[in-house]
C-alpha cells in the first residue's frame, strides 16, 4: 500500500459469532495486541455485543463496527437498525453490502448504494463490499461485475464522503472457503477499484481511498497480499476470531 496517501486497516468481521462472555474474553485478549498497531483497527461484531464492544474498547485503538445498517431514519422496519442507532452507542464503522447478505438476505446494489449514503449522513464510515462470483470470474467478467458494483453502490456519494468509505474487495469464491486469491488478482482487482474511483472522481480522491482485500486472508497468506501497492489492509472472517491470528494480521498491515 501507499502509507503517504491512505491507511490500512485491518477490520474483523465476526459475522455470527461469539455470545457475550466470548466476545468479552475476546477483546480482552486483543486489546494488548492491537496496542501496538499503526494500522486502523476495526472489529464488527453482532449487534448484541455492539455496546459491550464500545464500552470495552474506549480509550484504546480498537474502533468499532456493526455488520449492517438500514437506511430509513426510523420505523415499521421490524429487525432493523438505523444509523442514528449506531451512533448513539458509538459505533463508527459499518458493513455495507457483504457478499452473505447479498446472497442470503436479498441485498442488492441499490440498497447498498442507500445503506451507504444513510450511514455516511449519520456520520458511520462504510465498509462497502464488492465482489464476483466464481461463475463471473471464470466468465471473465470480473472487471465488468466490479465496476458495475462501484459505481451503483457509490451513486450519488461526493468525493468527500467517499474518502471516508472503505472499499473490500471480496472475491465471493475466496469467503470463508479457505480458497485465497492470489496477490496478483487481489492487487489487479483493488487498482482497477482506484482506476474506476479515478474516472468518477479524482486521482487525488481515488489515491485517498482504504481499499481492502478480504477472503480467507490468514497469518500464512496475509504478508504477500498486504504488500501490494493498492492493497490497503483486509477484511477478515474467520481469522478476526482468534487473537494471536488477528494479531499476526494487524502486525503485517503495520509493516
Ligand atoms: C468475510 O467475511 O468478509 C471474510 C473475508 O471471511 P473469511 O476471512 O473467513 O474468508
Known amino acids: 500500500m501507499n502509507k503517504e496517501l491512505r491507511q490500512a486497516v485491518i477490520a474483523g468481521n465476526w459475522k455470527m459469532n461469539k455470545t457475550r462472555p466470548e466476545a468479552k474474553a475476546l477483546i480482552e485478549e486483543l ?7 499503526s494500522c ?5 461484531v453482532p449487534f448484541t455485543n455492539l455496546e ?3 464500552e470495552l474498547t474506549k480509550g484504546t485503538n480498537i474502533k468499532v463496527g456493526a455488520e449492517n445498517v438500514h437506511f430509513e431514519k426510523s420505523g415499521a422496519f421490524t429487525g432493523e437498525i438505523s444509523a442514528d442507532m449506531l451512533t448513539e452507542i458509538g ?14 438476505f436479498g441485498e442488492t446494489d441499490e ?6 449514503k444513510a450511514a455516511l449522513a449519520a456520520g458511520l464510515k462504510p465498509i462497502v463490499c464488492v465482489g464476483e462470483l466464481l461463475w463471473e470470474r471464470e466468465c471473465n467478467i470480473t472487471e465488468e461485475v466490479v465496476a458495475r458494483q462501484i459505481k451503483l453502490d457509490l451513486f450519488d456519494v461526493s468525493a468527500e ?3 471516508k468509505t472503505i472499499i473490500a474487495y471480496e472475491p465471493v ?3 470463508g472457503t479457505g480458497k485465497v486469491a492470489t496477490a496478483e488478482q487481489a492487487e489487479e482487482v483493488c487498482k482497477l477499484i482506484r482506476d474506476v474511483l479515478a474516472k468518477l472522481y479524482d486521482k487525488e480522491t481515488a489515491d485517498a481511498v482504504t481499499i481492502q482485500y478480504g477472503g480467507s486472508m490468514n497469518p500464512k497468506n496475509a504478508a504477500e497480499l498486504l504488500a501490494q501497492e493498492d492493497v490497503d489492509g483486509g477484511l477478515i472472517g474467520g481469522a478476526s476470531l482468534k487473537a494471536a491470528d488477528f494479531g499476526v494480521l494487524l502486525d503485517e498491515a503495520s509493516k
Open 173 to 175: 469464491w475466496a469467503i
Open 111 to 116: 440498497t447498498v448504494n442507500k445503506r451507504t
Open 52 to 54: 459491550t464492544a464500545v
Open 91 to 104: 459505533v463508527e464503522y459499518v458493513i455495507i453490502g457483504h457478499s452473505e447478505r447479498r446472497q442470503y
Open 40 to 44: 486502523g483497527v476495526v472489529i464488527c
Open 161 to 163: 464522503d467517499v474518502k
Open 31 to 37: 486489546k494488548p495486541i492491537a496496542e501496538k498497531a
